[in-house]
């Protein structure tokens, strides 16, 4: 609390008394947490792939660079982070964009249909590299929903290509499409790693991942999925998972018709 006394003066100005204000700014203190947090987790993660660069170009000046074989796999490694930061930024610049974009979730309307079938020719040779059995179900005549096709097909990316890259070779990946009173429901499901019960709360949080390495070494920026959210819910949908550890994962989105 944020505590304020105020003295009041009587007519005669002599002291008549006091007012003790009292605010509440935990909420406001929890924005600053919050907003210190991102920052350091920005910095870090930009940091990581930089000092990574700089190692490897100062070895290949020191000599490195006369072996050619030496020189090719320290090269590959420059390249591989250089393209980890280039998705970190278009992440960042993606979730700042949205957040500033507040009014008029609705002016845009696109087909789930069109964007699925995008989705499933751009995903399906991931699944097929790692021997996943994919399938994509959408029901028929299914009404526009309520985000631009951009937007749409961003979120159903990521949660493909999170099922896709969380499930283990020789696993399946379900993505399916139907209408219920609530709006239009798209489920994805994976028979996948899954996600502990204790990190499901916190998955949709910026740069949390349940494991760090693991993501990494899949050229994850722990973005996606609170880039997700946020146009859902910018949307007037919602996002639910549900998990089990060591045997799959359940993402849930309901987007709304109105
Ligand atoms: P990342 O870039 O690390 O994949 P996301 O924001 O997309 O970041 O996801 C956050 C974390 O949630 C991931 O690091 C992973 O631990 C977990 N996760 C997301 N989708 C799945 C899934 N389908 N199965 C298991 N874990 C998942």
């Not at 505590?3 to 700014?25: K, N, R, T």
């Not at 919050?34 to 990581?48: D, G, I, K, P, Y």
């Not at 959408?138 to 979120?155: F, H, I, M, N």
């Amino acid at each position: 609390y944020r505590v304020q006394i105020v003295p009041v003066w009587s007519e005669q100005q002599s002291f008549g008394g006091a007012v003790m204000v009292l605010d509440d700014v935990s909420e406001v203190r929890r924005l600053e947490q919050v907003r210190t947090e991102f920052v350091a987790n920005v910095s870090h993660e930009l940091r990581t792939p930089l000092t990574s660069i700089k190692g490897f170009v100062e070895t290949l000046r020191d000599g490195a660079v006369e072996q050619p074989e030496v020189a090719y796999r320290f090269l590959s490694i420059i390249e591989e982070e250089t393209c980890r930061l280039q998705r970190l930024i278009e992440d960042l610049l993606q979730l700042s964009s949205i957040e500033s974009q507040r009014e008029q979730p609705f002016a845009e309307k696109s087909s789930l249909e069109t964007a699925l079938r995008q989705v499933q020719q751009l995903l399906e040779p991931l699944a097929n590299e790692k021997n996943i059995a994919i399938t994509f179900h959408v029901e028929k005549a299914l009404p526009p929903v309520p985000l631009g096709p951009d937007p749409l097909r961003q979120v159903l990316v990521n949660l493909v290509e999170n099922a896709i890259k969380y499930t283990l070779a020789g696993g399946q990946v379900s993505v399916t499409a139907n209408r219920t009173v609530e709006g239009v429901v798209v489920e994805i499901i994976d028979t996948g790693i899954g996600i502990p019960q204790e990190s499901l709360p916190r998955i949709f949080e910026r740069f949390y991942r349940v494991d760090k390495a693991r993501s990494r070494e899949m050229g994850g920026t722990g973005l996606g999925l609170a880039i997700v959210k946020h146009l859902v819910e910018g949307c007037g949908g919602h996002v639910l998972v549900t998990s089990k550890f060591g045997q799959g994962s359940t993402f849930r989105v309901t987007l709304p018709l109105k």
